[in-house]
């Protein structure tokens, strides 16, 4: 088996199954924090729900639409993660 045969059909699938779980859970936290960038300016999802908010003046439905913005995509992702990680974890 050549080096490259090896690294294709042995190394690289038991890697990836070990770097799912954690990059998944990495990849979480890095969305959740994109949250702390609108308070240093760069606009995303919560300073676009602040911009609306002073356009609107309703916050309260502004932001519970974020955080069910976030919620929606932060469990899409958890979920997605999961599915790789079992249909990975089927061949151990």
Known sequence: MTHAQAMRYIILPQ???RVIPP???EFIA???DTSLLSVIGIIELTKSG???VARTYEAFAIYITVALF???ITFSLSRYIDYLERRLKTGD
């Open 30 to 32: 890095m969305l959740k």
């Open 50 to 52: 602040m911009l609306i």
């Open 23 to 25: 990059l998944g859970n």
């Open 70 to 72: 976030y919620l929606v």
């Open 15 to 17: 890697a990836f199954k």
